[in-house]
């Protein structure tokens, strides 16, 4: 009898997920964070996520900041779009703020309470990755995301220097 052979994708677990309920707009919520954390978040190109339930690509407002001390990148998810949840197991939370990199665990937390800090945050909470079964996919929408973002990043600060019998 023949075996079906599977194979596993590959990506980078985020070391730290933190849900943020909220009623304040996208932009006044990055404002204050901006404001109150070590986050200079920017927003980039949506998020495209594929979701079987819908069984098409659905894009996802995205926010971004590398930080280059902790040598972590912060990606701020919106949770819905038209009506449909990124994660509808955790549809009440409204953003997400998914952590990468090498940043400690007591940082991790400062940050949680300086969000909670924010006037107009419910609840920012650390959610552990594990108990989302389709966070898997989520993570790896993302990480192929950062990589163009990345690409197209270095692409446009590439310099050329003419050659010397040029000039």
């Not at 079987?52 to 819905?80: M, P, T, V, W």
């Amino acid at each position: 009898m023949a075996r079906n052979q599977r194979l596993d994708p590959s990506f980078s677990s985020a070391d730290a997920f933190i849900g943020i309920a909220t009623n304040i707009p996208v932009i006044q919520l990055v404002h204050f964070i901006n404001s109150t954390t070590i986050l200079n978040l920017s927003r980039e190109e949506d998020l495209p996520a594929y979701l079987e339930k819908a069984g098409k690509l659905i894009c996802f407002r995205f926010f971004y900041h590398q930080n280059d001390e902790y040598r972590s990148d912060f990606c701020l998810l919106s949770n819905s779009s038209t009506g449909i949840n990124l994660i509808p197991k955790l549809k009440h939370f409204t953003y997400f703020l998914v952590i990468q990199g090498a940043i400690p665990r007591d940082k991790v937390m400062h940050l949680i309470k300086q969000i909670n800090s924010i006037n107009g945050v419910q609840m920012a909470a650390d959610i552990k990755p594990e108990e989302i079964p389709s966070l898997g996919l989520i993570l790896q929408d993302l990480e192929l995301h950062l990589t163009d973002l990345k690409t197209i990043k270095s692409e446009s600060q590439k310099r050329f220097m003419p050659l010397s019998e040029d000039q």
